[in-house]
């Protein structure tokens, strides 16, 4: 199994939407080269005939009634938000000049 | 008469509802506790005074009005700052929800108001639920009341050791590895995990939703109980929820009797890496459920062996997507918003002024794990192994009534000791992880004071889902039995503050 190098770390970090710092990246891609070389022994079982589990229920689709009911007022909703103008988030710039 | 902050809950809820006391003046003793001591063991993160001081006058006002007051009425609680609780801060121990002030509460925050729970405040935490050792929170560390330089476990370490320094008899935590039983075991206090989706997550901000699990934590078995009976049961809001009966935890608690059990000691939780006294003090445990009657034989679950790397796979996939709703948006922290950045700059700015170094590895390795290529040697491969646990517990549950193991490899560990070596701090789960791939039931309790460091052991018991009284059963009888033997609680040996 490949271990993980600088630059990969810094392609998931540009993915993870973290801006990380130089030296962060030297110290992570060193921690998660160990960490991946420990837990890549998960990979003796990829061969193996075994139905994969992604949740300890066996529940699907759960459903209620498509009700109106009692939520939060948008001054709740809104209580929170680092800025908000109109009953609305108000956001950077999502679309470039051009 | 005992300080009212050494009552066990049911005897603080006795004295209220026999008017010996009030709740006022529970509440007060607490606060005053925690006033006290709270600068040297650091468990809270925000104490409500006046909310709690409303709350317990509110419990006296019921009971001066004649109305029947719960099992748990007027007693104290600290809750894990990863519920969310309308009007009182809510932060998960990062600087990302510094200051945020949910609009709502948690199902657990409402059951717990429901039940006339006085709530004194929120505990400290690994940063979202991340870390065996509380350091990983952004508020500092929390000490353990054992001894103020060793770590009180993590992720829920200011619930443990707000239990432990007397500053509440109940508390709640959260278990996606381990967060309740782990910070139980080297604090010595009681934690029990639950069956997964048998308390509802609503409101319980996510780390790994397929493992996540709140959970009751208090000195004694029967407390843990009655706030096992408090919180648990179905919730529509939480899609995940079983829609079925909670087994009755507190006559369990109170029946302290194993005659006829069979109970299985799990040959793969030992050797290397296990503390001498930790284990001397499982062993001494496995003799005296012998000796109260239970039948004890050794069982192999071979797939235990890969339950660590699988956690480490499958909790940071789940977490790379669940933290991402920290966008800087629509709550939270947000930087560097100067009209020159994008959204998607600005997002960025603020992940990394706001997540520690702990929250950030695990978003990157679950991002790789979930990434093409890697996906089905790693993600995939870890769901495999998740099947084979579960197989492993079915095995070993067809001959035997429930599994007991060390809680942790080890007595709690000195702060700063694997703070910067993520694979040493992982290792604190060892034992307590598989029970949250297959999504069983899980309780620690206090078995002892290792001998090299006279620190608290944990010994785990293990039942299957929905069985969640076994654990009860066997941990009151333990628990008696362990008293008995000592003459007092295990707690009664810890230093005074």
């Given at each position: 199994?490949?271990?993980?190098?600088?630059?990969?770390?810094?392609?998931?970090?540009?993915?993870?939407?973290?801006?990380?710092?130089?030296e962060?990246?030297?110290?992570?891609?060193?921690?998660?080269?160990?960490?991946?070389?420990?837990?890549?022994?998960?990979?003796e079982?990829?061969?193996?005939?075994?139905?994969?589990?992604?949740?300890?229920?066996?529940?699907?689709?759960?459903?209620?009634?498509?009700?109106?009911?009692?939520?939060?007022?948008?001054?709740?909703?809104?209580?929170?938000?680092?800025?908000?103008?109109?009953?609305?988030?108000?956001?950077?710039q999502?679309?470039?000049?051009? | 008469?005992?300080?009212?902050?050494?009552?066990?809950?049911?005897?603080?809820?006795?004295?209220?509802?026999?008017?010996?006391?009030?709740?006022v003046?529970?509440?007060?003793?607490?606060?005053d506790?925690?006033?006290?001591?709270?600068?040297?063991?650091?468990?809270f993160?925000?104490?409500?005074?006046?909310?709690?001081?409303?709350?317990?006058?509110?419990?006296?006002?019921?009971?001066?009005?004649?109305?029947?007051?719960?099992?748990?009425?007027?007693?104290?609680?600290?809750?894990?700052?990863?519920?969310?609780?309308?009007?009182?801060?809510t932060?998960?121990?990062?600087?990302?929800?510094?200051g945020?002030?949910?609009?709502?509460?948690?199902?657990?925050?409402?059951?717990?108001?429901?039940?006339?729970?006085?709530?004194?405040?929120?505990?400290?935490?690994?940063?979202?639920?991340?870390?065996?050792s509380?350091?990983?929170?952004?508020?500092?560390?929390?000490?353990?009341?054992?001894?103020?330089?060793?770590?009180?476990?993590g992720?829920?370490?200011?619930?443990?050791?707000?239990?432990?320094?007397?500053?509440?008899?109940?508390?709640?935590?959260?278990?996606?590895?381990?967060?309740?039983?782990?910070?139980?075991?080297?604090?010595?206090?009681?934690?029990?995990?639950?069956?997964?989706?048998?308390?509802?997550?609503?409101?319980?901000?996510?780390?790994?939703?397929?493992?996540?699990?709140?959970?009751?934590?208090?000195?004694?078995?029967?407390?843990?109980?009655?706030?096992?009976?408090?919180?648990?049961?179905?919730?529509?809001?939480?899609?995940?929820?079983?829609?079925?009966?909670?087994?009755?935890?507190?006559?369990?608690?109170?029946?302290?009797?194993?005659?006829?059990?069979?109970?299985?000691?799990?040959?793969?939780?030992?050797?290397?890496?296990?503390?001498?006294?930790?284990?001397?003090?499982?062993?001494?445990?496995?003799?005296?459920?012998?000796?109260?009657?239970?039948?004890?034989?050794?069982?192999?679950?071979?797939?235990?062996?890969?339950?660590?790397?699988?956690?480490?796979?499958?909790?940071?996939?789940?977490?790379?997507?669940?933290?991402?709703?920290?966008?800087?948006?629509?709550y939270?922290?947000?930087?560097?918003?100067?009209?020159?950045?994008?959204?998607?700059?600005?997002?960025?700015?603020?992940?990394?002024?706001?997540?520690?170094?702990?929250?950030?590895?695990?978003?990157?390795?679950?991002?790789?794990?979930?990434?093409?290529?890697?996906?089905?040697?790693?993600?995939?491969?870890?769901?495999?192994?998740?099947?084979?646990?579960?197989?492993?517990?079915?095995?070993?549950?067809?001959?035997?009534?429930?599994?007991?193991?060390?809680?942790?490899?080890?007595?709690?560990?000195?702060?700063?000791?694997?703070?910067?070596?993520?694979?040493?701090?992982?290792?604190?789960?060892?034992?307590?992880?598989?029970?949250?791939?297959?999504?069983?039931?899980?309780?620690?309790?206090?078995?002892?004071?290792?001998?090299?460091?006279?620190?608290?052991v944990?010994?785990?018991?293990?039942?299957?889902?929905?069985?969640?009284?076994?654990?009860?059963?066997?941990?009151?009888a333990?628990?008696?039995?362990?008293?008995?033997?000592?003459?007092?609680a295990?707690?009664?040996?810890?230093?005074?503050?």
């Amino acid at each position: 199994m490949p271990g993980i190098t600088r630059e990969e770390v810094a392609h998931l970090a540009r993915l993870s939407r973290l801006e990380l710092q130089a030296e962060e990246l030297d110290h992570f891609a060193e921690q998660l080269d160990v960490i991946i070389g420990a837990v890549a022994r998960v990979s003796e079982v990829a061969g193996q005939d075994v139905p994969p589990t992604s949740h300890p229920l066996p529940l699907t689709n759960v459903m209620r009634a498509d009700e109106v009911r009692q939520s939060l007022t948008p001054e709740q909703a809104l209580s929170g938000a680092p800025a908000s103008e109109d009953q609305r988030f108000r956001v950077p710039q999502i679309l470039g000049e051009d | 008469m005992t300080e009212l902050i050494k009552y066990t809950a049911a005897e603080t809820a006795a004295a209220i509802a026999k008017g010996e006391v009030t709740a006022v003046e529970v509440a007060r003793a607490h606060l005053d506790r925690i006033d006290a001591v709270d600068k040297k063991v650091n468990a809270f993160l925000h104490v409500d005074h006046e909310g709690a001081l409303a709350a317990a006058r509110a419990v006296d006002a019921k009971r001066a009005s004649g109305a029947e007051l719960g099992p748990l009425a007027g007693v104290p609680l600290a809750l894990k700052d990863v519920f969310t609780t309308r009007g009182m801060p809510t932060t998960c121990g990062s600087k990302i929800l510094e200051g945020w002030v949910p609009p709502y509460d948690a199902t657990l925050t409402k059951r717990l108001k429901d039940a006339d729970v006085v709530i004194l405040g929120k505990t400290n935490m690994d940063e979202f639920a991340m870390g065996s050792s509380t350091e990983n929170s952004a508020y500092g560390p929390t000490g353990n009341p054992w001894d103020l330089t060793r770590i009180p476990g993590g992720s829920g370490g200011g619930s443990a050791a707000a239990l432990a320094a007397f500053e509440a008899p109940l508390a709640i935590g959260t278990d996606t590895g381990g967060s309740i039983r782990q910070p139980g075991a080297v604090t010595g206090t009681v934690g029990v995990k639950p069956t997964y989706g048998s308390v509802s997550r609503y409101g319980l901000v996510a780390f790994s939703s397929s493992l996540d699990q709140g959970g009751p934590c208090a000195r004694t078995v029967l407390d843990t109980a009655l706030l096992h009976e408090a919180i648990a049961g179905h919730d529509p809001l939480d899609s995940t929820s079983i829609d079925a009966p909670v087994p009755d935890v507190v006559a369990a608690a109170r029946t302290r009797d194993v005659r006829g059990m069979r109970i299985g000691v799990v040959k793969e939780f030992a050797g290397e890496g296990y503390q001498a006294g930790v284990m001397q003090r499982f062993e001494e445990s496995v003799a005296l459920l012998r000796e109260l009657g239970a039948e004890v034989v050794e069982v192999s679950c071979p797939s235990f062996t890969l339950a660590l790397p699988a956690y480490y796979l499958i909790a940071p996939s789940e977490a790379s997507s669940n933290l991402a709703r920290f966008d800087a948006m629509r709550y939270g922290l947000r930087v560097g918003d100067d009209g020159t950045r994008s959204a998607e700059q600005v997002t960025a700015l603020t992940r990394e002024a706001g997540f520690g170094p702990e929250v950030k590895r695990r978003i990157i390795l679950g991002t790789y794990a979930l990434s093409s290529g890697y996906y089905d040697a790693y993600y995939g491969s870890a769901q495999k192994v998740r099947t084979l646990i579960s197989r492993d517990f079915d095995a070993a549950f067809a001959g035997v009534d429930v599994l007991v193991s060390p809680t942790t490899p080890t007595t709690a560990f000195p702060i700063g000791e694997r703070a910067d070596d993520p694979m040493a701090m992982y290792l604190a789960d060892l034992c307590t992880i598989p029970s949250n791939l297959a999504g069983n039931a899980a309780m620690s309790l206090p078995c002892g004071l290792a001998p090299e460091d006279n620190l608290p052991v944990g010994l785990q018991i293990i039942a299957p889902a929905m069985a969640d009284d076994r654990l009860y059963r066997v941990g009151g009888a333990v628990e008696a039995a362990l008293n008995d033997k000592w003459g007092h609680a295990l707690l009664e040996e810890a230093p005074a503050l």
